[in-house]
Each structure stands twice: as C-alpha cells, then as structure tokens.
C-alpha cells in the first residue's frame, strides 16, 4: 500500500534531496536518479511494515485439535464447535442448552438425563482407523454407566466408546475395556482424559492410558480381548452423552496422543501455553 512522505531539497554545492521518515515504515528511493526542478512537496512511496513474527501453538489452536465442544451456549440446540473444524453438535431427544444448561468446570456445562438426551455431530466420524488420539472432558455425575462420546462401527474392534463403566471413566473399542481403579461417579467434577498411543496396529493393553485430574490413573481392569487391535469404523457419526447422567464440560478430541506435561496443562486450565513449554515433542500433524 503506497505511504505518503514529505520531500525537500537543499540547493548549492552537495546539493541533496530530504525525506521525512513516517514513524513504523520504511522509505525506498531508486539510487542513482537524478531528480531536477522538484517542486512538489509530496510524494507516494513504497512503504513496508515489519511483519509480526508467528504466534506460538497452543493447545487452544494445535492443528491435532479436530474438535473441541465448550457448552457454554445458554439457549438453542448448537454446540457450537471451537476448534474452526464446523463440527457442530446438535441437541436431540428433548435437550436444549434453554433448559440444560448448568454452571460448569469452566463457564457454562451441559446436563444430559441419561435416557433421551443425546448430541450428534452429523458428518463428523472422529478419529479413525489405528491413528493415534485423544479424548479429555470435564465431567460430573453419580452415575455408575453412560458415554462420554463414541463413533466408529458396529464391530469387535470398530468401535470407539470412552465412558463410564462400573463407576469408573474407560475406553472399549467393542471387544476388550479398559478402565481406570478411582471412581469418578461421586458427584464431583473431573477432568479425565484417554489417550491411545501409535501402534501397528494399538491394542488397549500396550497404547492406550488414561488419565484422571491431570494425573496418569492406575488401571482397575481390562477386559478379554484386551490386544483385540483398535480399528476405529467410519460408519457411525460421533455422538455425546448417550445414556450419560450428569453434565459435561471443555469436550475435546485431538487426532494425536497428548503427553502427560498437556494433560496436566489442560487440567490446570492452562491451554495457552505455547506447546514448547509443555512437551519437547510439540503438536504432531
């Protein structure tokens, strides 16, 4: 964009042209002109800007980030999706952010019943196939069953259901669970988180762990099947809170395993910090 600077000239021996520098931008003359006669006191110049050096990745805008639900809506059927993907959720089976919405870990939450509420995400199939990932929401409930969120196929190994089971937080890609020893059914808000890890392909024993207040949790039990590989389907859009009784906070999905140092930053409210100063590896593609 063309600059405007103010041009004058001195006159006799070692006659020279002054330009007023404009504050912030710099002027460009062409050497070795001659300019004679200059009576204007005006004059377009190219001018150029320091251009600002990039901003730092953190967890807020980390590219793995593919979707990430705030529920902090107080009216409507929207979820509105924070990560600049568009993967909106949609309220069902009587929920609405009008009549569900509660104070949450952080802003608002969303409350489901654990019958009928349900969200969907249409076109959005997760994380799929043996790519790495990880899951990580604040929840509060007193109930003993219920998801989280889940996508996938309906066959052994296809399917990718992060939930509660017996009380506790866990994973089960329909053949073989894994859950965690520490109840999370008491009514209380905490942030838990699943993370599977690269494997070729990963099971539930060797990749996957998880993770309860931003601490690693000590598994309780895994099921049979437990190296049944993980080979997340792509039938099934993503849904949260089937038959989940409680509300739910900060839903997030990153296509790559976060470490622990991120885990405990998002634990700790602490997603913008620039991912070098959590984690010597930093964002994956």
């Not at 529920?71 to 569900?100: Q, V």
């Not at 969200?119 to 196939?129: L, N, R």
């Not at 109840?183 to 099971?203: F, I, R, Y």
């Amino acid at each position: 964009m063309a600059r405007i600077a103010r041009v004058s000239r001195t006159h006799g021996p070692g006659a020279r042209l002054n330009v007023a520098r404009m504050s912030g931008h710099r002027v460009m003359l062409w050497a070795g002109v001659a300019i004679v006669g200059l009576t204007c006191s005006r004059l377009a110049l190219t001018g150029a800007q320091t251009p600002r050096p990039p901003q730092p990745v953190t967890l807020d805008t980390d590219p793995a980030l593919v979707a990430w639900w705030r529920f902090d809506e107080t009216s409507g059927k929207t979820a509105a999706d924070a990560s600049g993907h568009k993967h909106h959720g949609t309220l069902d089976g009587g929920l609405s952010f009008d009549a569900h919405s509660a104070p949450g870990r952080l802003g608002r939450a969303i409350c489901l019943d654990g019958a009928s509420h349900i969200i969907t995400v249409p076109g959005f199939k997760g994380v799929t196939g043996t790519q790495p990932r990880t899951v990580a929401a604040w929840i509060k409930t007193s109930n003993r069953a219920g998801e989280i969120v889940s996508w996938g196929a309906n066959e052994h190994g296809q399917m990718f259901i992060v939930g509660h089971i017996r009380g506790r937080v866990g994973v089960t890609p329909k053949g073989g669970y894994l859950y965690m020893k520490t109840p999370t059914d008491d009514d209380a808000w905490h942030h838990v988180a699943v993370v599977v890890h690269e494997g070729s392909p990963p099971n539930l024993h060797d990749h996957v762990k998880l993770f309860k207040d931003g601490e690693l949790a000590e598994i309780d039990d895994i099921g049979l099947l437990d190296l049944w590989p993980i080979e997340t389907g792509s039938d099934q859009d993503v849904s949260i809170g089937r038959r989940f009784n409680g509300c739910l906070d900060e839903l997030r999905i990153y296509q790559r395993a976060l470490s622990e140092e991120e885990i405990k930053a998002l634990f700790n409210l602490q997603t913008d910090r620039p991912l070098t100063n959590l984690s010597s590896k930093g964002p994956q593609p």
